[in-house]
């Protein structure tokens, strides 16, 4: 049971470049959530499902885009990554229920330059 | 989203009792968690509590809940080196999938 896993671990893209975060869970949750963590910073939503084939966004959603083709996969993608996206990204996933636990992968480290 | 507010850093000597706090700020919050973070690493959540609850106790761990003040604490027991990471308060929002996190709090223990 390997729980949330993210690939890449690490990225360096250059500005105006494209490319897609894998999130996978195999613990059979139903939400899934994509975060960011900045220094000094909490994490901030960007996007989450509730389902497959549902996405929705979260707080800070501005150059991201999503997508939950099948239920243990969650994506995330940069079309046109900017130096401002330069942060570590988190997914998580959590079960149907009022308690709302969410589990975390390890993260992707990604720099734009 | 508004604030949750934690302090930024706590020091403690190995086998004190580390106390972190945090003070969110949605009232109609049903849930609050601890999480842990180590270098390099994702958020362990360490433990939650509902928000019809004051206290509850895991291990070495006890969170204190003071609704009325939206204050919420973790208290670790017999502080270890294998304790200093980052702790994150979080709370449920309202519409019940996201969670609101603070900044985190460094927590460093010295032998």
């Known amino acids: 049971n390997a729980g949330v896993t993210q690939t890449p671990k690490f990225r360096v893209l250059k500005t105006g470049q494209s490319m897609t975060l894998l999130c996978a869970q195999d613990?059979?949750?139903?939400?899934m959530y994509w975060y960011r963590q900045d220094p000094g910073m909490g994490l901030r939503l960007i996007h989450y499902s509730v389902g497959e084939g549902t996405t929705a966004k979260g707080e800070v959603p501005d150059g991201y885009n999503v997508s939950r083709l099948k239920k243990q996969n969650f994506l995330l993608g940069l079309e046109s990554a900017a130096p401002s996206q330069t942060s570590v990204y988190f997914c998580?996933?959590?079960?149907?229920?009022?308690?709302?636990?969410?589990?975390f992968g390890p993260g992707t480290r990604l720099t734009v330059t | 989203g508004e604030d949750v507010e934690q302090s930024l850093f706590l020091s403690v000597r190995e086998g004190d009792s580390s106390v972190i706090n945090c003070t969110y700020t949605?009232?109609?919050?049903?849930?609050l968690y601890w999480y842990k973070q180590e270098p390099g690493a994702g958020l362990q959540l360490l433990t939650y509590?509902?928000?019809?609850?004051d206290m509850k106790q895991d291990q070495r761990l006890t969170v204190l809940l003071n609704k009325k003040d939206k204050h919420l604490s973790l208290r670790i027991a017999d502080t270890q080196t294998g304790d200093s990471a980052i702790y994150f308060c979080a709370e449920s929002i309202n519409s019940g999938y996201a969670l609101n996190f603070g900044k985190g709090t460094s927590l460093l223990v010295t032998p």
């Open positions: 613990m059979n949750h139903e939400y």
């Open positions: 998580a996933s959590s079960h149907l229920r009022e308690s709302n636990e969410q589990y």
């Open positions: 949605d009232s109609s919050s049903t849930y």
């Open positions: 509590i509902f928000s019809n609850m």
